[in-house]
């Protein structure tokens, strides 16, 4: 029998598969504000759709809550959690940051939940912890309006702290390797037209993931998340993943498109809505029509991005069994 583990290698080495890899996740408000609770509802959400990679989903304020932001589950339906509370007010706040430890509360808090779930977890399952990139933490310590205003305004306070949140980040990834996690889910928020400019992209984001990212190189399962619409595929070239994540169902490029564009693995294919708001075999016909539109070659059946809280179990297990028949 081939294993999770087995089958996502070989889609990543161009091999044939005995089926197309899936793997889906989602938010769990409430039950992700406590590490055994937020590693108890990921490993139920594996038991019961059985999917070839375990995406570890905590609140984005995990990585940030160290520097004072406070946030509140507002029922919203991509289980995500609105900010209360922001730390940066005025441009000399970014200089204020200090570097966090993994052993502070929230990131500690964090490697705990990734030690139950590795420890409770088949290890031919591979794990992947979800880790927002230092202009994502940025906005959240902000806004994102008061971001963008003061990098066009005072652009070297804010590269300052974005300094100080690569370092934390590179740091948390370090220690998550010792844990055993498999690659990471790297979510870029502003890598796209409407947000920034490529060249301000390149000049603000990109110089702090490739800090960031230096400690997964030897890691073989890590997936690039570009967030939005329009978003700068390009981008793929100057960062080293093996897997890219994109809302390709609703922005450019499609998964036909993108295999001539990218020589990794795609993940994708399913809208979030029809997972919400479509029947199951809505869910089946766009499942078939990525894996054709692929070849079923260096594929991964998935969403564009989070699954919404909403979503129906049945189309949950018709999005799983789409990829057995």
């Given amino acids: 029998m081939t294993t999770h583990r087995e089958r996502i290698q070989a889609c990543l080495n161009g091999e044939k598969t005995d089926r197309t890899p899936i793997a889906l996740w989602r938010h769990f408000p409430v039950d992700d504000q406590n590490p055994e609770t937020l590693a108890a509802s990921t490993l139920h959400f594996q038991e019961t759709y059985d999917f070839d990679i375990v995406k570890v989903t905590p609140a984005s304020s995990f990585a940030v809550k160290g520097w004072g932001v406070e946030d509140k589950w507002m029922d919203d339906t991509e289980g995500s959690r609105r900010y209360t509370?922001?730390?940066?007010?005025?441009?000399?706040?970014?200089?204020?940051?200090?570097?966090?430890?993994?052993?502070?509360?929230?990131?500690?808090?964090q490697l705990a939940c990734l030690r139950l779930i590795r420890q409770n977890l088949s290890p031919e399952t591979p794990m992947i912890q979800t880790i927002f990139n230092p202009l994502?933490?940025?906005?959240?310590?902000?806004?994102?309006?008061?971001?963008?205003?003061?990098?066009?305004?005072?652009?070297?306070?804010?590269m300052k702290g974005l300094d100080t949140i690569a370092k934390?980040?590179?740091?948390?990834?370090?220690?998550?390797?010792?844990?055993?996690?498999?690659?990471?889910?790297?979510?870029?928020?502003?890598?796209?037209?409407?947000?920034?400019?490529?060249?301000?992209?390149?000049?603000?984001?990109?110089?702090?993931?490739?800090?960031?990212?230096?400690?997964?190189?030897?890691?073989?399962?890590?997936?690039l998340h570009l967030h939005g619409k329009e978003v700068y595929f390009s981008l793929l070239r100057l960062m080293n993943f093996q897997i890219v994540n994109w809302h390709d169902r609703e922005t450019y490029p499609s998964l036909a498109e993108a295999q001539s564009l990218f020589r990794g693995t795609l993940c994708g294919g399913l809208r979030q809505g029809s997972l919400v708001f479509e029947d199951q075999a809505t869910v089946?016909?766009?499942?078939?029509?990525?894996?054709?539109?692929?070849?079923?070659?260096?594929f991964i059946l998935g969403t564009g991005c989070v699954v919404p809280v909403t979503a129906s179990h049945g189309n949950l297990v018709a999005a799983r069994r789409s990829v057995e028949s």
């Fill in 85 to 109: 509370k922001r730390v940066i007010t005025e441009p000399a706040d970014w200089e204020k940051l200090s570097v966090l430890e993994p052993s502070s509360p929230h990131l500690s808090g």
């Fill in 136 to 158: 994502s933490q940025a906005k959240n310590l902000a806004g994102n309006d008061l971001l963008l205003k003061h990098l066009r305004t005072h652009p070297e306070a804010v």
């Fill in 168 to 223: 934390t980040t590179a740091k948390f990834i370090e220690a998550i390797t010792e844990i055993g996690v498999d690659g990471i889910f790297y979510a870029v928020q502003h890598a796209q037209a409407d947000v920034l400019s490529l060249d301000e992209y390149k000049n603000f984001g990109l110089p702090f993931d490739q800090m960031v990212l230096e400690p997964t190189q030897d890691l073989w399962c890590n997936m």
């Fill in 284 to 298: 089946k016909e766009e499942a078939a029509d990525a894996i054709k539109q692929t070849r079923g070659q260096r």
